[in-house]
């Protein structure tokens, strides 16, 4: 059992709260479930310092846990809407932060790609070993001078095999991120081996690639602003937390400040 000044946190409830925060083992899963109770308790304890008790107990009355969890949500925000002082990213730290970071704003490369898909499912180890090697003859096949086309009317499973294997132009996101990452990579020309992906083995020919270009400072503004006052946001709202849990009796829990994720 814990306590948080002076009021309880149960086994029960810890238990119960343990659902939202899957982990690699079931202490971990303990310990953030904890945690995530202990700053709800605080949280709420505070609101009612704050004279918004009748919102308390509105979030205690509540009929059903998603009503109690949503009242209780909102109660929070109201707490940190009032106590937490965030300031807002000016056009100077944006320009900053756009000059100092110029690779985050380049556009999607455009890719013209034909394919191949040899599928078998993730887990069929077997499957994908014979996948592997029928791929790497279908390579040597199109090296050797065989229609690229031809052999994916013959043995592709995407049904892009009707029109030779043709993706046509594709940009980053049209794509799975496991088959996205080596692919905007490539440069023109039949790529010597498979990809793989989790429907099976991909023989990819890369037929034109053209280039991202760098965004405009104007066109990115605005995600840069959202972005800088998301993380100064986050940063508050954690310090904020932080000052509640230093300053609190919490007992049947070691709350290590410094090791603590609201500190990341």
Do not use: W
Request: hydrophobic share 40%; with cysteine.
């Amino acid at each position: 059992m814990i306590e948080v000044n002076q009021q309880q946190i149960s086994e029960a409830d810890i238990f119960a709260e343990m659902q939202y925060h899957p982990a690699s083992d079931k202490r971990a899963a303990m310990v953030a479930a904890a945690q995530s109770l202990i700053i709800e308790k605080l949280l709420c304890q505070r609101a009612d310092e704050l004279g918004l008790g009748q919102q308390v107990n509105a979030m205690q009355n509540a009929e059903d846990n998603q009503l109690r969890q949503a009242a209780q949500d909102q109660l929070i925000q109201q707490v940190i809407d009032l106590e937490v002082v965030v300031p807002t990213a000016t056009s100077a730290d944006c320009e900053l932060y756009y000059q100092q970071n110029p690779d985050k704003f380049i556009s999607s490369p455009l890719l013209e790609v034909r394919h191949i898909l040899l599928a078998c499912a993730p887990d069929d180890h077997m499957g994908r070993s014979n996948a592997q090697k029928q791929a790497e003859v279908l390579i040597e096949q199109i090296d050797n001078g065989a229609s690229f086309a031809d052999l994916a009317s013959q043995f592709s499973a995407c049904s892009t095999k009707d029109s030779g294997g043709l993706l046509g132009q594709i940009s980053k996101g049209q794509t799975v991120p496991e088959l996205e990452r080596p692919l905007f990579r490539l440069i023109p020309g039949l790529l010597p081996y498979p990809l793989e992906s989790r429907y099976g083995l991909h023989v990819i020919e890369v037929l034109n690639r053209v280039d991202g270009k760098s965004l405009p400072y104007q066109a990115v503004s605005q995600r840069i602003a959202d972005y800088l006052n998301e993380k100064v946001r986050r940063k508050a709202v954690s310090q904020y937390i932080t000052q509640l849990i230093t300053t609190s009796q919490i007992d049947g829990f070691d709350f290590n400040v410094n090791a603590s994720p609201l500190m990341q």
